[in-house]
């Protein structure tokens, strides 16, 4: 079974994104063309640390959009659709909107899947990008979904760093009312 049968035998959809992020990430960092790593971004971000609550089709990445695109097409036989790549074999549609990651690098968690490895947005930036969403464009669903992860991961968050951020992006009062929730 090559690797892509094994992607498309694993039934549970976070679970066979992770599984595909790792062979990804291991391709890109093997390339030896780029110094940037993939991290997963946006709703697969929350798909991932809600364990599916709040599902994502797609894998939103920072990273070489180049190289990345590159690797999908030649090693994964991924197809450009748009502004995704998209795999109808394993059902994975990835899009890379830009090789700028606007957290902090030290927050990054790395998750591993056996012996390979994936990178994701920290907690509390990702918090911060769901809190953004939540005040400027009113979505209900990035509220939830902050509201959520503030809940489920209180004893892990920093808070101190989670509060410069709000302050700095004018979100501190929402998520003050957030944490005050339960």
């Given amino acids: 079974m090559d690797e892509l049968d094994e992607t498309a035998s694993i039934t549970n959809l976070v679970d066979r994104k992770n599984y595909f992020m790792t062979l990804l990430t291991r391709e890109v960092e093997m390339s030896g063309?780029?110094?940037?790593?993939?991290?997963?971004v946006g709703g697969t971000a929350v798909d991932i640390y809600t364990k599916g609550l709040f599902p994502s089709r797609d894998i939103d990445l920072i990273g070489d959009r180049r190289v990345i695109g590159e690797i999908l097409e030649k090693k994964f036989g991924f197809a450009r659709a748009g502004r995704h790549w998209v795999n109808e074999r394993i059902g994975i549609f990835i899009e890379v909107p830009g090789d700028y990651f606007s957290g902090d690098k030290n927050k990054i968690t790395t998750i591993w899947v056996g012996s390979l490895k994936l990178y994701i947005i920290g907690i509390e930036d990702l918090i911060i990008d769901r809190l953004n969403?939540?005040?400027?464009?009113?979505?209900?669903?990035?509220?939830?979904?902050?509201?959520?992860?503030?809940?489920?991961?209180?004893?892990?968050?920093?808070?101190?760093?989670?509060?410069?951020?709000?302050k700095d992006e004018g979100l501190l009062k929402t998520l003050s009312e957030f944490c005050k929730e339960d």
């Fill in 133 to 166: 969403a939540c005040v400027h464009w009113k979505s209900e669903t990035d509220c939830d979904q902050a509201r959520y992860m503030i809940r489920y991961y209180r004893n892990r968050l920093d808070f101190g760093y989670l509060e410069k951020k709000a």
């Fill in 33 to 40: 063309r780029t110094g940037k790593s993939p991290v997963v």
